[in-house]
């Protein structure tokens, strides 16, 4: 299986700032079609986990565009270029390249 | 709207079968043809995200080699829904089961989540 493995594990922020999530992968998510097959997740407290990001740094429909994806291979990054009040909860990454399909451990984000 | 709704027992005994039920709503099973998937994705208590398995409407399906064989699918398409059963639970079994509407034609990802149901294993 593909490991995923975020840092940090917690992320405390402060409305307004950017704010940074890493995520490796144990082998290349980079296909032969030249996509990175990575999405990320946001799981808002109570709530079921809701896609932000799909191949790496496509926004998912609403998304608003402070969120953003990057990186290449085995290294990803998730940016949130502004902190709002409703961003907090734990943040996914996933790799969608080879079955099982895995997730990161999470990334919980609070306020400051 | 498309909507998932998880439902089944939410406790079930150990050694027993964890069996679930997710009914499609504002869509049919069948629309997005060999596009999309329906699977099953778990989070024990206070931990992360395991993707579990997941079917087409026709049938195909891929599983968790960790749990391939304690797994069952089906799909029936005539009352939009497909279903899980976990043989042999433990407490390990413990958890929220999600539904899940997958996209798999290259564009990969989750598309929607069922709310989830809470499913615990005790005697």
């Known amino acids: 299986d593909i490991v995923m493995t975020q840092s940090p594990l917690s992320l405390p922020v402060t409305p307004g700032e950017p704010a940074s999530i890493s995520c490796k992968s144990s082998?290349?998510?980079?296909?032969?079609?030249?996509?990175?097959?990575v999405n990320w997740y946001l799981q808002k407290p109570g709530q079921s986990p809701q896609l932000l990001i799909y191949?790496?740094?496509n926004r998912a429909s609403g998304v608003p565009d402070r969120f953003s994806g990057s990186g290449s291979g085995t290294d990803f990054t998730l940016q949130i270029s502004r902190v709002e009040a409703e961003d907090v909860g734990i943040y996914y990454c996933?790799?969608?390249?080879?079955?099982?399909?895995?997730f990161g451990q999470g990334t919980k984000v609070e306020i400051k | 709207q498309l909507q998932l709704q998880e439902s089944g027992p939410g406790l079930v005994k150990p050694s027993e079968t964890l069996s679930l039920t997710c009914t499609v709503s504002?869509?049919?099973?069948?629309?997005?043809?060999?596009?999309?998937?329906w699977g099953w994705i778990r989070q024990a208590p206070g931990k992360g995200l395991e993707w579990i398995a997941t079917?087409?409407?026709?049938?195909?399906?891929y599983h968790n080699p960790s749990l391939k064989s304690r797994l069952t699918l089906s799909v029936d398409t005539s009352k939009n829904q497909f279903s899980l059963k976990v043989s042999s639970v433990t407490s390990a079994d413990t958890g929220v089961y999600y539904c899940?509407?997958?996209?798999?034609?290259?564009?990969?990802?989750?598309?929607?989540w069922g709310p989830g149901i809470l499913v615990t294993v005790s005697s």
């Open positions: 899940a509407k997958e996209r798999r034609d290259g564009f990969n990802y989750v598309d929607q």
């Open positions: 504002g869509d049919s099973i069948s629309s997005g043809g060999r596009s999309y998937f």
């Open positions: 079917t087409s409407f026709a049938g195909e399906m």
């Open positions: 082998q290349s998510l980079l296909y032969t079609n030249g996509f990175n097959y």
């Open positions: 191949l790496n740094s």
């Open positions: 996933m790799q969608p390249l080879q079955s099982p399909w895995t």
